[in-house]
């Protein structure tokens, strides 16, 4: 039996081997009604400003609207996102560039006329008023929907027509079906011909493809010649390209025959087009390029790369200088369909090719600028916004357009 | 320990539970799937070159798996979009592969859609370029003085031909090459692909 060590209680002193416990007792019920009060005070506030919120930002932004004399119609927004970039947020166009929509008698004619031209697009030159312009109108069909090409055209119609006739999208719908396949109007000619629509006199459009390729250039571009492979061979039938295959259809001839240059002189590195241009003369490199210049395909590019889509869009419509990077379409023309010989078409470009091209700026394996501004503005970039700029360009329709038929000949519907 | 009861139960139920979420739910999320619409099976001349892909050991350097942009760089490099399960619906075995010595193929007939490029490259990739480390084919072609009636002759420079007599494809090249042309898997992924989706989180779609 072992005795209990512990000294006997000194009744003189505190117990020090006291352990204090703690009896069992419930939250005062004040308490507990105080933190419930609190709590749903907490959530009502919260609700309740979260109301006021929203509440002033719609005020905001509708004294912004006011304050700019904007409208609220439908398609206003859609005009500032896609139209003005070319017709300007007036519609007064650019002088000698684009034609204007304000007073312009294919706008007086009303919103079906309209909407057919965004359907279709024009290829060649049209008069408005007494200016001639001579430049392309892209294809809106892939890019727009049924209710947005109507919306459009009533709000391009109301503001600069004399039609107040809100077009359904129903209508769209069966206009849609009636052109699918009938490609770009021919000039302003094509236009009036082509709907009935009295609009002045229109100027007549020449094609640019009408002259005939000569049959030795056609067997460089369709069966290769000796050590070489066709150019149709890599870049499709219609020069439409695929994935990191660019689209060369509608590329300005000057660009592609100084591509060409530098590839056979080693200022652009590309192994495989080194192998194709090493024999080619001058001549053959710029019949080519007058060949690729006139080809009118319409777009195959999708926007594959998982690119953000938005941030795409604004960083080739404003720039980001933050980066200190301009936006592409102010060097490459609105909409990006290419401006000379320095800044070509963007618009309908395969993403992959972009996407890599920009790379190649940013890594020094592209260097055949002579204006160095690519080098900068592709280093500026993340690789993620590199991939959204390049989905977003080949998101675009074409400049010039092509008819709808062409590809699915190819079996490359879209 | 002598309540054998819940013992038995809760170990069946932990059982249970690893097979449902090891076994059960993987072996649903991995169906075979349905080949996508725009997958076509093989023709005989494409599977004939697949079997030669496959007994020349093009995997040992080729893979045939794009990634997803947050882990490479494989859609600028037009090597195509990620892939999904589905896309390998007709490919037994398949030719997955890991190592990339040289590029990932799966697309290669998307992004290099000239059967004469292929046929000088097989020949003898540093005709085009001359840093490449892939070896030469010469043995699938045949130097001929003269090309018959069907033959195809191969592109080649002039520092690459031989002295005398034309390169002419054998059908084993040919085979090969169709079957190149035919890895085009560029046609949108299926909805329900299982793919490999990088480090995003789910649901944040594009």
């Excluded at chain 2, 093009?58 to 997803?68: D, E, G, I, T």
């Excluded at chain 2, 942009?69 to 619906?89: C, H, I, K, L």
């Excluded at chain 2, 560029?186 to 490999?196: L, V």
């Amino acid at each position: 039996m072992t005795a209990d060590r512990r000294p006997e209680q000194d009744p003189r002193h505190p117990d020090e081997h006291f352990e204090p416990y703690e009896l069992d007792a419930s939250i005062p019920w004040p308490l507990l009604g105080i933190s419930i009060a609190l709590g749903v005070w907490g959530a009502a506030t919260l609700f309740d400003t979260r109301r006021h919120e929203e509440r002033a930002q719609v005020e905001r932004v509708e004294d912004t609207q006011l304050a700019t004399g904007q409208a609220v119609e439908p398609g206003h927004a859609l005009f500032e996102a896609s139209c003005a970039t070319c017709h300007q947020p007036d519609g007064l166009g650019i002088r000698g560039a684009v034609p204007p929509l304000a007073g312009s008698p294919f706008v007086r004619n009303g919103p079906e006329l309209v909407a057919n031209i965004m359907l279709r697009g024009i290829d060649g030159p049209i008069r408005v008023n007494d200016s001639l312009y001579d430049g392309h109108m892209p294809s809106f069909a892939s890019v727009f929907t049924d209710v947005e090409v109507a919306e459009l055209a009533s709000y391009v119609t109301s503001r600069w027509g004399e039609s107040n006739r809100a077009l359904e999208a129903a209508e769209v719908a069966e206009l849609r079906g009636r052109v699918a396949d009938l490609g770009s109007f021919r000039g302003g000619a094509g236009v009036a011909e082509d709907t009935g629509f009295a609009l002045d006199e229109q100027p007549t459009f020449a094609s640019g493809t009408s002259q005939p390729v000569s049959p030795e250039i056609s067997a460089l571009i369709f069966e290769g010649r000796g050590g070489q492979w066709s150019c149709a061979s890599c870049h499709g039938d219609l020069g439409q390209g695929r994935e990191n295959t660019p689209r060369l259809a509608g590329l300005p001839t000057d660009y592609i025959v100084k591509q060409l240059g530098d590839f056979a002189a080693g200022r652009r590195i590309n192994e495989s087009m080194a192998v194709v241009v090493a024999e080619l003369s001058n001549e053959e490199k710029r019949a080519l390029g007058v060949y690729y210049a006139g080809l009118r395909v319409p777009s195959n590019a999708r926007p594959d790369l998982g690119g953000d889509l938005e941030r795409g869009e604004q960083l080739a419509r404003e720039g980001d200088w933050s980066l200190t990077v301009p936006s592409c379409f102010s060097c490459h023309g609105p909409s990006g369909f290419g401006v000379a010989t320095e800044f070509p078409p963007l618009a309908a470009q395969h993403a992959p090719y972009t996407a890599s091209q920009l790379a190649a700026w940013a890594g020094g394996q592209r260097t055949n600028s002579s204006l160095d501004l690519m080098e900068h503005i592709s280093s500026a970039l993340s690789a993620a916004d590199r991939r959204a700029v390049a989905d977003y360009l080949a998101s675009l329709p074409p400049v010039p357009a092509g008819s709808g038929d062409m590809l699915a000949e190819q079996g490359e519907g879209q | 320990m002598n309540n054998y009861l819940p013992l038995s139960i809760i170990s069946l139920g932990i059982l249970a539970f690893a097979t449902l979420m090891l076994v059960i739910a993987p072996g649903i999320e991995m169906a075979r799937p349905e080949p996508p619409a725009g997958l076509q099976p093989y023709t005989v001349e494409e599977q004939r070159g697949r079997d030669a892909y496959v007994s020349m050991g093009c995997l040992y350097c080729h893979s045939q798996q794009p990634r997803a942009p947050e882990q490479a760089p494989d859609g600028e490099r037009g090597w195509g979009r990620p892939s999904v399960s589905a896309d390998y619906f007709y490919d037994s075995p398949h030719q997955l592969g890991t190592m990339r010595t040289g590029p990932d193929l799966l697309n290669v007939g998307a992004r290099l859609p000239s059967e004469s490029w292929h046929l000088t490259h097989l020949y003898q990739p540093r005709a085009i370029f001359e840093w490449s480390i892939m070896p030469a084919y010469p043995f699938l072609f045949e130097v001929k003085a003269e090309a018959e009636e069907g033959d195809v002759v191969v592109a080649l420079p002039p520092e690459f031909a031989p002295a005398e007599g034309v390169v002419v494809a054998s059908q084993e090249a040919l085979d090969l090459t169709a079957y190149l042309l035919s890895l085009d898997r560029t046609y949108p992924a299926p909805q329900d692909g299982i793919r490999d989706d990088g480090y995003r989180p789910r649901g944040d779609a594009e």
